[in-house]
């Protein structure tokens, strides 16, 4: 039996689901209430932006959340990401210290 893989969770999906469609919120409110440009949530919202430090501090202030909560999303994303383009190249290619 084969283990199906989910695919990594982006901040965006998150932010999205978890916070702006269950209060209503619109992509254009959220970047008027915190001060940044519609696109930059868009591209968020859609995966293709990362969620940056100030974006992050923006966010926290505004839901009430951590600014630790959004960049540990965003860091989580990129490792899972990582790993899935590396595969098995990582064991590969890396020597365990002390290992021979």
């Known amino acids: 039996m084969t283990e199906d893989k989910l695919d990594p969770i982006h901040p965006g999906e998150i932010l999205l689901e978890e916070f ?3 209060l209503g919120l619109s ?7 915190i001060g940044v440009h519609p696109r930059r949530i868009n591209e968020i919202v859609h995966g293709k932006r990362s969620m940056t430090a100030d974006t992050a501090l923006r966010l926290s202030r505004y839901f009430g959340t ?3 909560f959004w960049l540990n999303l965003q860091a989580r994303y990129d490792l899972e990401v990582e790993k899935d383009r590396l595969g098995d190249r990582l064991n590969q290619e ?3 210290l002390g290992r021979s």
């Open 66 to 68: 951590s600014e630790r």
């Open 94 to 96: 890396v020597l365990v």
């Open 20 to 22: 702006m469609g269950p």
């Open 27 to 33: 992509q254009y409110r959220v970047a008027k209430d």
